[in-house]
């Protein structure tokens, strides 16, 4: 506990003594606001007021400097990622992480221009030389500080920083192992966007993810298969030496850088070539397309077998159709040409039996009461019986038949007939005429 001031002075209050008082009531209090806590905090530490105001302004100043402080500084490393660096040699400063010697390891290829001479500026004040020395440091803090420089001297030139960034392997990013367990997207997403930074064309398509649309998926591969990349090598070259008296060295030396950059060149994409044909085996969506392709390929060829299917039934069906039509109707003119042979046949019957009735007529009849002259009228019964013609044949029997006593005469009138039309001559028919 803390005791609160003494007031200076004693406040008083005048009080309505006729006024009727009310009951006393207990209630806590509790003191707050920050003007109490400033109290309480002078109080607790046993500071002065001055001592107070001082430690108060000091927090303001270490608030405001907090508030101001360059977002890009977030991003520069605390301190070399590469250890190596104090100790490697400033001669060989290719060989050396320039990124790490600015301090920008995290950024690397996507540090922008402001950000390299920032961060600069914040190694030059740490490792330069003179402060070095001045803090008892060793002769290794100089080399570090050569290679600050040129690592500033090449990331600010576009070519320089281009040909530095081609040969950067730590800004790589390896693919998945083969055969671990992992998110396909995940897992090739950075090794793409590592690639990317190569592309003369950008932007660079995505990745995307699962429900990208086979449009899309196929419009990425098409463009991995055609990557046109401005990776170089140069910065691997050995060095050309400036001494001109000796050309033919120079131009030695220029010839193997060549070929080294041509060899490591055809190399790399070779190396990307297999990289995209592991990611396109990989890929989830590809093999669903194959699969949907495959099922599609599938139902229009079922499809086109169930039109032949269904052609051939048709077909088949009209076959036997046709083949039941020929078979009925070749049964139906063979049932004809039967009826037609019986109905022939019994024709001729009848007429065979029209014939021998018209001819036993004659005998049947006693020869008509002229049995002497029985030849004769046998002769020219069969006579007119072969001239007639089966209607007539058939007339002429139902006549006789229907009245036999009058033979006679229905052979007469045949007889007539015969003559008048011409098919007998009546010298053959003597007793008839």
Not at 193 to 221: H, I
Not at 328 to 350: I, L, Q, R, W
Request: charged fraction near 40%; aromatic fraction near 8%; include cysteine.
């Amino acid at each position: 506990m803390f005791n609160l001031p003494k007031l200076e002075k004693e406040i008083s209050v005048e009080v309505n003594k006729t006024a009727e008082k009310s009951k006393a009531v207990r209630r806590p209090i509790e003191p707050v606001g920050r003007f109490f806590m400033h109290h309480a905090q002078r109080t607790l530490r046993n500071h002065t007021w001055s001592e107070f105001e001082k430690l108060q302004a000091e927090n303001d100043v270490k608030k405001i400097d907090e508030s101001n402080v360059d977002p890009d500084e977030q991003l520069f490393d605390n301190e070399l990622v590469d250890e190596t660096l104090f100790s490697h040699d400033p001669r060989d400063w290719k060989t050396a992480d320039l990124y790490a010697a600015m301090g920008l390891s995290k950024l690397r290829y996507n540090a922008t221009e402001n950000q390299i001479i920032k961060a600069h500026r914040k190694q030059v004040v740490k490792y330069h030389p003179d402060k070095q020395s001045a803090q008892g440091a060793g002769l290794d803090q100089d080399g570090l500080f050569k290679i600050i420089q040129k690592a500033f001297e090449t990331l600010t030139d576009v070519n320089k920083r281009r040909q530095y960034d081609s040969c950067d392997f730590n800004a790589d990013v390896q693919p998945p192992k083969k055969g671990t367990d992992y998110d396909f997207y995940e897992a090739w997403r950075p090794v793409l966007e590592a690639e990317a930074r190569f592309s003369k064309k950008q932007p660079v398509p995505g990745l995307g993810d699962a429900n990208t649309s086979k449009k899309d998926v196929e419009a990425f591969y098409s463009f991995w298969h055609r990557f046109d990349s401005w990776r170089t090598f140069e910065f691997l070259d050995e060095d050309v030496p400036d001494d001109s008296s000796n050309r033919d060295h120079k131009r030695y030396i220029e010839r193997k850088n060549k070929a080294a950059r041509d060899k490591k060149k055809t190399a790399d994409n070779a190396r990307l070539v297999k990289l995209i044909e592991r990611l396109v085996n990989e890929d989830p969506r590809i093999k669903q397309f194959k699969e949907e392709e495959k099922k599609e390929k599938e139902r229009k060829k079922w499809e086109r077998e169930a039109g032949a299917r269904a052609e051939a039934e048709a077909k088949a069906k009209a076959d036997a159709e046709a083949k039941a039509k020929a078979e009925a109707e070749a049964k139906e003119a063979a049932s004809a040409k039967a009826d037609k042979k019986k109905a022939k046949e019994a024709a001729k019957a009848a007429k065979k039996k029209n014939k021998r009735a018209i001819r036993n007529l004659p005998k049947e009849s006693d020869y008509f009461g002229d049995a002497d002259k029985a030849a004769a009228i046998d002769e020219q019964v069969s006579l007119i019986v072969d001239t007639l013609a089966d209607e007539e044949l058939v007339e002429v029997a139902n006549k006789v038949k229907t009245n036999p006593a009058d033979a006679k005469a229905i052979l007469q009138d045949a007889a007539k007939n015969m003559v008048e039309s011409k098919k007998i001559s009546a010298s053959l028919l003597t007793y008839f005429a």
